[in-house]
């Protein structure tokens, strides 16, 4: 497909690796694509592991399957809140079933393995989740990127050159999948999300309610 034709979503979720989603975000825009940033809401910034704010484009119940070629799943820790996120696995799993690319780089194999997309395919990931990607079915190897039919997986922030070439390639050389017409624009009238901001964020725990043992995570501005 023409790349400008093409519409990526790159799910964001608390405690990303701050390049594996904004490398595939800003390497596609360059190549034409329009990036949509998804997670589970788009009125909140959502932190990195070092404090890198972004703000979604889009929440996950704003957009379908339908609407995009391919979806990116960044690693770091975020990946475990996306598996626990019911509407953000269906998302993946659709678009993979639809035949649209899935790309995943180093944790997100987990985001792979809860969509149960991962059994009989070859796959690569960061080493510490290689056995469960192998517990879900697929079989590991050690390599930089790894395509697999519309599935494309990394392992490191040091592989992210040749899992964005990857992908732009794929994309080039692979028809839309999507059905629905409709480009996205962020969600209030805002600008796309941008990797340029003047306040970082930190990650903070707090009670779920009055005197309850369990607790919530809340982003909030980093103190000086």
Known sequence: ????????????????????????????????????????????????????????????????????????????????????????????????????????????????ASAGIARGRTLTCVSLIKDDVVNAGANYVDEPVVRDGNIITSRLPSDLPVFAREIVAYLEETPSRRSNGRMLMPANGRASSSAAFTTPVELVM????????????VVVEAKA
């Not at 996950?60 to 995009?68: H, K, L, Y």
């Open 206 to 217: 707090g009670p779920r309610g009055k005197a309850s043992a369990n607790y919530v995570s």
């Open 1 to 112: 497909m023409n790349l400008a034709d093409a519409q990526v979503a790159v799910l964001a979720e608390n405690l990303y690796q701050e390049l594996e989603l904004w490398y595939p975000v800003l390497r596609l825009r360059e190549a034409g694509a329009n990036v949509v940033v998804v997670a589970p809401t788009a009125d909140q910034p959502y932190a990195s592991k070092l404090g890198y704010p972004v703000t979604a484009d889009r929440a996950v119940a704003d957009v379908t399957a339908e609407d995009f070629d391919a979806v990116v799943i960044p690693g770091g820790f975020a990946p475990e809140g996306i598996r626990r996120n019911k509407a953000m696995v269906d998302l993946v799993r659709a678009v993979h079933d639809q035949g649209g690319l899935v790309a995943a780089v180093c944790h997100a194999g987990w985001v792979l």
